[in-house]
């Protein structure tokens, strides 16, 4: 998908999510939260343990109909825990939306930004995004149609995925991308940010032994704006097709400075509802582009 296609998905998404609004859908009864941490069988930087966090999310609604949605808190990477997800989704964003149409998207979003109000951010958009994508789904089940076809796409049978390559040493890269390789996986990602130096070489490596792959660098907001204007161009000389959040997402100066230098494509994808991102696209502080 190209950058002037995902824009237009974005803005068309709300108007015809609106076709699927029924008046006659049964009110929402119950919002069920069930925090848990599931064990991981990788290194992931971000967990100091070898578990993440998830909150589960489910709506039931009068006639029993229900949709599930999933929040993941991830307190190294974003100000929200799973203790004040659950805690948010508990008290106040499942009572905001008892009672009301499960199929008035825009409500609910109206509704929960009532009960927890935005600031800078979008304000508890982890929490938020549990009871949107519990929403979506109930959604698309009441329509009797897949979630793409409500955006007005096309539905594939086939979504490609990517191998994260997560590693503390470059040693571990090639045994690492075997196991993505015997899984069935053919395109990577890397983690990268705040030591510039290392991921240069990661790049490098991940490149040498998948040079026909699509490799994109993640940097979950971990460089500052002069190392992410500096190690952007020599990720793209080192095979990196994109570069994923260099910056914080609130660095809007550091997105447009990356928008307007930048020699490696980058893209800023952390919010919870088309708003936030189509706001960030209109006022040039990212570009996109895609396999």
């Not at 971000?46 to 029993?64: A, G, H, T, Y």
């Not at 708003?275 to 990212?286: A, D, G, L, Q, V």
Request: charged share 20%.
């Amino acid at each position: 998908m190209t950058r002037r296609g995902f824009l237009g998905m974005l803005v068309a998404a709300p108007a015809v999510l609106k076709s699927a609004y029924c008046k006659d859908a049964a009110p929402i009864r119950t919002i069920e939260v069930f925090p848990v941490n599931y064990p991981v069988t990788a290194y992931f930087k971000f967990l100091p343990k070898p578990e993440r966090p998830s909150v589960f999310v489910k709506i039931v609604c009068e006639d029993r109909s229900f949709g599930w949605g999933q929040s993941v808190p991830l307190p190294t990477w974003s100000y929200e825990s799973l203790e004040s997800a659950t805690v948010t989704l508990r008290e106040y964003l499942a009572p905001a939306l008892i009672g009301r149409n499960p199929t008035d998207l825009e409500g609910a979003h109206r509704a929960m930004n009532k009960a927890i109000s935005p600031s800078f951010s979008t304000g508890m958009p982890i929490a938020k995004a549990g009871i949107d994508l519990a929403l979506h789904d109930l959604i698309g089940k009441l329509a009797g149609k897949p979630l793409a076809a409500l955006w007005g796409r096309e539905a594939l049978e086939r979504i490609p995925l990517s191998w994260t390559v997560n590693v503390k040493t470059i040693a571990e890269v090639e045994p690492l991308m075997a196991e993505g390789r015997k899984r069935g996986y053919r395109n990577f990602n890397i983690k990268v940010a705040p030591d510039s130096a290392f991921d240069l070489t990661l790049a490098k490596e991940v490149r040498r032994l998948a040079p026909d792959s699509f490799l994109w660098a993640d940097g979950n907001g971990g460089y500052d704006t002069d190392s992410a204007l500096t190690i952007s161009p020599k990720l793209r000389d080192a095979g990196v097709d994109v570069l994923e959040q260099p910056v914080a997402p609130n660095n809007l100066s550091g997105l447009a400075a990356l928008k307007n230098r930048a020699r490696c494509p980058s893209s800023s994808m952390k919010a919870w509802s088309p708003s936030p991102i189509s706001k960030s696209f209109t006022n040039s502080t990212s570009s996109m582009a895609s396999p």
